[in-house]
């Protein structure tokens, strides 16, 4: 045992800095995309949708006159977008990613009499408003995960909270088996028809004040399997959700980004719409 | 193409028809089926077996087999001609989950399985069918299985229940156990699993193949990369098209980077689950490294999005690869000493030890695959067995050990470490010159196995597509579909409560590589 007690002392502090500061890239993968509507013709904006493999880029019209309508929220981050246009759909690597409201992860593009795609609406800034009850949990939370139909591999970046590089534990962010001691839902994967019941009896066996997040493509759009004939949806259709971590899966810091966004404790980085804010 | 398989399908009196050099098919009749196949199980290995129902042709059943020292697959098929076949259970026992499957999701009924339940399916009325009819070619039979609970076998006086899930714990997949206990023993355990149940092999149907891939890559997170590769390849076997030999390096690469990180993460685990926390965060520490070293060498952390038909979307540059090599030497060292630190810790060995017991005889009458299998005696390893992609060209051994119990699954994932580590040392050393590839030109009509030996063990993908390329039928046999099996008679052995966390560890399991 005492071998084990060396070895980590030798080991050192590996903790990322995050959110502290700068961690660009440090994960070796990008959080989400973003869509540089200048880099965009109408044109590509059409191919654009025909090779996503999701909802994320979806076209109407024709190359005179349509609509390009972006999803961050359903992005399963394939690659196939920025590696055919890689001036419009751009990797982002700050892991600043999660957002506090859906509407934040889409834009919509329009164009008329061949001109070039603008955008109609801008994605929404983040909100400024905080909800009172927040602040009971700013220094403490204990989260209840709820896997509604993943794939394992949220779950696999889950855990990877837990080792020395994200460690949950330094933040004061806790995992509790018990739904009654805990401030927090975090859902993953897209809610299957045989999880549907078990995820509701846990959201209600928690006390209020209660947070959700539902983190992952497949909780919050459906991803990949949205339209499946066993799948109830995405969890906004059951549940009223605080904050969104796009990813597929998300990364451990998009995930830590999300947690510390519900509680008032980072602030929001990522618009669908705009180049990389900065920060972290 | 003589060998083996060719020598016991002559003595079965089967006409067999090539497919590609590495896979045979035969089509026998309906009535013949069950026997046919229960007696080459006796020499060969039944690796899957499953339906297709249509809404214009006869069910018809697929048996895949293989035959030891033959690098080629056996498929057999046979059209019946009502909704009830023989069950081969009763012979092979490795059939019975195929079999309840089959039941479940095709109402195809085998006569005489000896415990026909649900598998998958949930509270689903008796009328309605599991999916809507129409979606591709498929038409799924309303299910006739009651999803109710069976009795329990266990009775008995201070027998008591004590349930375990769906909802677990920590961040854990879904799934529920059952388990009965006289007090601290665990006396059986009643398994559910299919909460997860997103019916990807069906909302692929009708989608081109190349866009199914990212379905593939998506039934589990853990061995995206190899459900991606055995499905692109049996696409690849369908239009015969060649792979380039730097697409058959990335690919064998990018294999074996997810088997370091799987069994990376599970030593992880079972540290954890023996309370040995520094250890844990070691491995941590090793497997964020590895997901670190994936997203720079491919762009994605779980390996996804690289896969096409005839070859791969990004081959990994130099610098990754250059960065890659040198981390290899560190990743070896470390954990060759945290292997060993493990071996000398006796509160981590006696715990493993005897823990959840499959014994060779067991794991071999129901062709348990992977770490799992191996641990219990099994020599089978389609890398070797079966050589696709670059494994051809390295040279690598299939540790086996025979004791069948969490120490020897131990054994096995921190041996298996080390022969990636050599493959992937192999790979970067000899890494062929970049080169266009012309992928697929024109689609073909017909229908392939593909395979690939994933972090959780042999992984089968079988596709049948239409002259444009869409899926009439896809059926997925990831290593989950037949691991999940023996899960339940190993937590019977003799263990404790306690152990739970110890079994489940050792296993590293995917509910949702099962569920589907
Ligand atoms: S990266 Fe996202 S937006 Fe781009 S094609 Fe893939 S799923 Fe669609
Ligand atoms: S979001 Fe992606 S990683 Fe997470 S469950 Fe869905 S498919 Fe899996």
New interface residues.
């Given amino acids: 045992m005492s071998r084990w007690i060396a070895k980590g002392l030798r080991t050192g502090i590996r903790t990322t800095r995050f959110p502290q500061a700068g961690v660009r890239g440090e994960e070796g993968a990008p959080s989400a995309i973003r869509l540089r509507w200048q880099g965009l013709t109408a044109v590509e904006g059409l191919e654009a949708a025909a090779i996503c493999p999701t909802s994320a880029i979806e076209t109407s019209g024709t190359a005179e006159e349509g609509e390009l309508r972006f999803d961050a929220g359903a992005c399963i981050l394939c690659g196939r977008c920025t590696r055919r246009f890689p001036d419009a759909f751009t990797p982002v690597e700050n892991p600043r990613v999660a957002v506090r409201s859906r509407d934040q992860l889409r834009t919509t593009l329009r164009w008329e009499r061949g001109e070039a795609p603008a955008p109609v609406a801008l994605a929404a800034a983040a909100s400024a408003v905080q909800q009172a009850g927040l602040r009971l949990f700013r220094h403490s939370l204990h989260i209840r995960h709820v896997d509604a139909g993943s794939c394992n591999g949220c779950e696999s970046e889950l855990q990877m909270l837990s080792a020395p590089y994200a460690d949950l534990h330094r933040l004061g962010l806790f995992f509790t088996p018990t739904p009654r001691h805990a401030d927090l839902l975090l859902v993953t994967g897209v809610v299957t028809e045989n999880m549907k019941a078990p995820l509701l009896e846990t959201y209600a066996a928690m006390p209020a004040p209660k947070l959700v997040i539902a983190a992952g493509a497949c909780a919050i759009s459906g991803g990949s399997f949205a339209g499946g004939p066993t799948t109830v949806g995405p969890l906004d259709r059951l549940l009223r959700v605080d904050a969104y971590v796009p990813g597929c899966p998300p990364t451990p810091q998009a995930l830590l980004h999300g947690l510390l966004l519900v509680l008032g404790r980072a602030s929001q980085g990522y618009r669908a719409d705009q180049e990389d804010q900065g920060g972290a | 193409m003589s060998g083996a398989l060719a020598r016991l399908a002559s003595a079965a009196g089967l006409q067999l028809e090539w497919y590609g050099g590495d896979q045979a098919h035969a089509a026998v009749p309906g009535a013949e089926f069950s026997e046919l196949v229960s007696a080459l199980a006796r020499r060969a290995t039944l690796s899957d077996l499953f339906a297709t129902t249509t809404i214009k042709t006869p069910p018809r059943l697929t048996a895949v087999l293989q035959v030891a020292d033959d690098p080629a697959w056996l498929l057999l098929t046979a059209d019946l001609e009502s909704t009830r076949f023989a069950s081969l259970t009763a012979q092979v026992h490795a059939a019975s989950w195929y079999e309840r499957e089959i039941f479940e999701m095709h109402g195809l009924e085998p006569v005489g399985h000896p415990a026909l339940g649900p598998l998958r399916l949930?509270?689903r009325p008796e009328d309605q069918p599991?999916?809507?009819d129409g979606?591709g070619e498929t038409a799924a039979v309303p299910s006739r299985i009651n999803s109710r609970r069976r009795t329990p076998s266990v009775t008995g006086q201070g027998v008591f229940q004590l349930p375990l899930g769906?909802?677990?714990?920590?961040?854990?997949?879904?799934a529920e156990f059952l388990f009965y206990s006289g007090g601290e023993d665990i006396v059986e355990v009643d398994l559910r699993l299919?909460?997860?149940?997103?019916?990807?092999e069906?909302?692929a149907e009708g989608l081109r193949a190349d866009?199914a891939i990212?379905?593939a890559e998506?039934?589990?997170?853990?061995s995206?990369f190899a459900n991606g590769l055995a499905f692109t390849r049996a696409v690849e076997r369908v239009s015969g098209v060649d792979v380039s030999p730097v697409a058959e390096s990335t690919r064998a690469l990018l294999g074996e980077v997810e088997r370091l990180h799987n069994h990376f993460?599970s030593i992880?685990?079972l540290a954890e689950a023996t309370g040995?926390l520094?250890?844990?965060?070691?491995y941590?520490?090793l497997?964020?490294e590895t997901?670190?070293?994936?997203?720079?060498l491919c762009?994605?952390?779980?390996l996804?999005?690289v896969l096409r038909v005839g070859g791969v979307?990004?081959v990994p540059g130099a610098d990754a690869r250059a960065q890659l090599q040198a981390q290899i030497g560190d990743w070896t060292q470390r954990s060759d000493r945290?292997t060993r630190?493990l071996e000398?810790?006796s509160?981590f060995l006696d715990r493993l030890d005897t823990t959840a017991v499959l014994l060779p005889d067991y794991a071999s009458e129901h062709n348990l695959v992977g770490p799992v299998g191996r641990a219990s005696g099994i020599d089978r390893d389609v890398r070797r067995d079966h050589p696709y992609a670059a494994y051809g060209s390295v040279e690598f051994d299939v540790p086996t050990v025979a004791d069948g119990d969490a120490e020897a699954r131990f054994q096995v994932f921190s041996r298996e470490l080390k022969q990636s580590l050599g493959i992937i040392r192999q790979l970067l050393e000899h890494w062929p010159a970049d080169r266009e590839e012309p992928g697929v030109t024109a689609w073909h009509e017909g229908s392939a196995l593909g395979w690939a030996e994933a972090p959780g063990g042999e992984c089968l993908h079988w596709v049948d597509l239409d002259g444009q390329g869409r899926l009439l039928r896809w059926r997925a046999r990831p290593p989950a579909v037949v691991n999940w099996h023996p899960f339940a008679h190993a937590c019977g052995s003799g263990n404790n409560l306690t152990d739970y966390p110890v079994i489940e560890a050792s296993f590293s399991i995917?509910?949702?590589?099962f569920d589907r």
Avoid: C, D, N, W
């Avoid at chain 2, 299919?194 to 990807?200: D, E, N, S, V």
């Avoid at chain 2, 998506?218 to 853990?222: K, P, S, V």
């Avoid at chain 2, 762009?299 to 779980?302: A, C, D, F, P, V």
């Avoid at chain 2, 995917?510 to 590589?513: G, K, L, R, T, Y």
């Fill in positions: 949930h509270h599991p999916v809507p979606r769906p909802v677990r714990s920590g961040p854990q997949e879904s299919g909460f997860k149940y997103r019916a990807i069906l909302l866009q990212q379905l998506r039934l589990a997170g853990t995206a993460g992880a685990r040995l520094v250890a844990a965060a070691q941590g520490l497997k964020e997901l670190r070293t994936a997203g720079r762009g994605h952390r779980y996804r999005g979307q990004v945290l630190l000398q810790t509160t995917s509910a949702a590589e």
